[in-house]
């Protein structure tokens, strides 16, 4: 991966980041919207978000690494 690749794909990174956060932070008021008595959609909801933030960042991370340690292979 080069580095412009690179450039290029950290705004998607980062809006799932974002997405993730806001889902995180509204997931007991999406969880108000449920039935009495069932927390089940509000711990789908935090369960979601932390698997987009931490997938992202992961991501993010490894394409990182590959556009700082990439060889230059001109021959």
Not at 3 to 12: C, G, H, L, N, T
Not at 35 to 47: E, R
């Amino acid at each position: 991966m080069t580095q412009r690749e690179f450039i290029a794909s950290v705004p998607r990174r980062l809006a799932g980041i974002i997405i993730g956060i806001i889902l995180y932070v509204n997931s007991d008021h999406i969880a108000s919207a449920s039935p009495a008595g069932q927390d089940v959609l509000g711990d789908n909801i935090v369960l979601l978000s932390s698997l987009i933030v931490a997938l992202s960042s992961i991501k993010l991370l490894v394409d990182w690494y590959l556009a700082a340690t990439e060889e230059d292979n001109k021959i």
